[in-house]
């Protein structure tokens, strides 16, 4: 029996994660329990999967009546591993873990952010220290678990997130599909639908998909965007700013629209807000881009690159591990400069995009197989505890 804990209420990337290794978990035929805070969106997103949902508070690390409450549902259900994915939970689940000794205790980090080794550092030392498996999405992350415990650098695994193939057989980007990248080639009913669904009518579409968070860079391509639209080939182009922001930077996300408005460019840089599945719209854009200060895995970039399309991202954490420079994908400075001349070439050559796009599909097939690297995590809950 698993039980896996996420406080998050959104669904981003780390919550998609979630959702695919508890199906998948479920179809071997593992029992799975899911701690979830009241109003997750998770219960609905696995509605129909056979798991028992609990509802905890989880409202931070010092929670000690979820840490309780954590213990008594372990030893009520006889759980076997607890698993942890948001670093607010580790503590909480680490004192759980510490409260019923003969469980298993995994951690999954998501996020690139250092943990902070003061304050409550300590005391994440000493939660985590019965940890079986710290599973990193990245050798960025990796790196940053083995410098936060030392102690623990045996137990950190690295298995990279997965590419999220669209759900239907046979469908574009999907396994044992032969479709190839629909770069500057006659439209096809698929790649015409998502550009119905996105609302575009240029010819050539290019996008920032993710929270709207200066973290993310999309002033970058705001501005990249009004320099490129002063251009001759201006005419031709339309961007797209996926995503909506947290609370915090709801003013950010109002600087990038009144930037646009004042620019007279709204027809041309458009705000869509947040879309849940990304692989209905992907074969709309020509370019997609990533300006992330950093990215601890990025699914965006995984899911674009399967799709055929070509990437543009910044030579940090994850992004840095997926890409192959002029191969798989380009690297560009994180400056609107930088990003204009990058994405010049791409927009003026033809042959290096269907080039980029035809290798980047096959790499990710290769590298980020979902069945594969959930199997592999199957293999560390199942396998003899050192």
């Known amino acids: 029996k698993i039980m896996q804990v996420c406080s998050a209420e959104t669904i981003g990337g780390g919550e998609r994660h979630i959702i695919d290794l508890a199906r998948a978990l479920t179809a071997r035929g593992h029992q799975l329990h899911l701690v979830l805070r009241p109003r997750s969106p998770l219960r609905g997103a696995l509605a129909g999967c056979p798991v028992t949902f609990h509802h905890l508070p989880l409202r931070s690390s010092l ?8 213990s008594r549902l372990i030893r009520r259900e006889s759980i076997d591993l607890l698993h942890a994915h948001v670093g607010r939970d580790y503590i909480v ?12 205790f995994f951690i999954t980090r998501h996020h690139f952010n250092p943990f902070r080794v003061s304050g409550t ?3 994440y030392s000493w939660a985590l220290a019965r940890v079986d498996t710290m599973i990193a999405v990245s050798a960025t992350v990796r790196d940053r678990l083995v410098t936060a415990f030392p102690a623990l650098a045996a137990r950190v695994k690295v298995v990279p997130n997965w590419h999220h193939w669209p759900s239907s057989p046979g469908s574009p980007g999907s396994p044992g599909s032969e479709v190839e990248p629909r770069i500057d080639q006659p439209a096809d009913t698929s790649r015409e639908e998502a550009r119905r669904r996105l609302g575009v009518s240029r010819a050539c579409v290019i996008g920032i998909i993710g929270q709207i968070s200066p973290l993310k860079g999309q ?28 609370p915090a930077d709801r003013r950010y996300a109002q600087s990038l629209a009144d930037r646009v408005a004042a620019a007279g460019c709204r027809d041309q840089i458009r705000f869509p807000g947040y879309i849940e599945d990304l692989n209905q719209v992907l074969e709309a854009f020509d370019i997609v881009t990533v300006l992330s200060v950093n990215e601890a895995f990025s699914l965006v970039l995984g899911d674009a690159m399967a799709a055929g399309v070509p990437v543009v991202a910044t030579r940090v954490g994850g992004p840095a591990e997926i890409i192959l420079n002029e191969e798989t994908g380009l690297f560009t400075d994180r400056d609107p400069d930088s990003l204009v001349a990058t994405l010049n070439r791409l927009i003026t050559a033809q042959p290096l995009r269907q080039y980029l796009a035809a290798n980047a599909r096959a790499a990710v097939h290769a590298r980020f197989d979902r069945e594969v690297l959930i199997g592999r995590i199957a293999a560390l809950m199942t396998s003899p505890r050192d």
């Open 63 to 70: 929670d000690l009546i979820s840490v309780w409450r954590l």
């Open 93 to 104: 689940c680490g004192l759980a873990a510490r409260l019923n000794p003969t469980i298993r």
């Open 121 to 123: 550092g300590s005391l």
């Open 219 to 246: 002033d970058i391509l705001v501005e990249a965007a009004l320099s490129l639209l002063g251009t001759p080939a201006g005419c031709g182009l339309e961007f797209l700013v996926i995503g909506d922001p947290a």
